[in-house]
């Protein structure tokens, strides 16, 4: 699977929407407030004024550096994940949502199985891929593992797992690419049944609509 390669994101006329299981957050991509700032906010609301300094700083330092690294990839709508809660770091897997245009609209769902469904260099193995119909509209599920040096400190470099889904919403032209990746292989069975469950209540509307 060649890895994703994001693009400045462009006015779109319509929202997407994913709900998340209760361990995990989306990040504050679209705030204008520091990057500390966002980190200490999130760490006090979800962690309590009252949860010890060092605690409340290793939170603040996650969400910031995972922000930073969402805006720096340009995901639309970026999310982390806690196991068993959210004083247990690092997060155990990140939700990315992508979305995507192609230069003669509409995007085809042919045009992911040949970019995602072919194994690059850093492939740990052969991708596993599967045509589905979701909510949302049709889609194609991959499945795989890479080799990908991480520019996040608080992630070290080692092979990735992924569960993607590259959706074709009916309602507009563009792709929507729902992207669940982790580190840890221990994780692996609840994190692909997570990734499937999500995907099936991603939902695409109009602004207009």
Not at 30 to 35: A, H, K, M, R
Not at 110 to 128: F, I, M, Q
Not at 140 to 158: E, M
Request: glycine share 6%; net charge neutral.
């Amino acid at each position: 699977m060649n890895l994703h390669k994001s693009h400045p994101p462009w006015p779109a006329s319509w929202t997407v929407d994913v709900k998340i299981p209760p361990t995990a957050l989306w990040l504050p991509l679209g705030s204008d407030l520091p990057l500390n700032e966002i980190g200490r906010r999130a760490a006090i609301k979800v962690l309590g004024q009252g949860a010890p300094r060092e605690d409340l700083e290793k939170f603040a330092h996650v969400i910031s550096e995972h922000t930073k690294d969402c805006q720096r990839r340009h995901v639309r709508k970026g999310g982390i994940v806690f196991f068993p809660d959210f004083s247990r770091l690092p997060p155990i897997a990140t939700i990315d949502v992508f979305a995507e245009r192609s230069q003669t609209p509409p995007s085809t769902l042919d045009h992911y199985r040949e970019l995602y469904g072919t194994p690059g260099k850093n492939a740990l193995s052969p991708v596993e891929m599967t045509d589905v119909d979701l909510p949302a509209g049709p889609a194609v599920r991959f499945h795989g593992g890479y080799w990908h040096k991480s520019r996040l400190p608080v992630v070290t470099d080692q092979p990735h797992l992924h569960v993607t889904y590259a959706v074709r919403p009916p309602v507009i032209e563009d792709a929507v690419l729902l992207l669940v990746a982790w580190t840890d292989f221990k994780f692996s069975e609840a994190l692909v049944n997570m990734a499937d469950a999500i995907a099936q209540t991603l939902e695409v509307k109009l602004r207009d609509a």
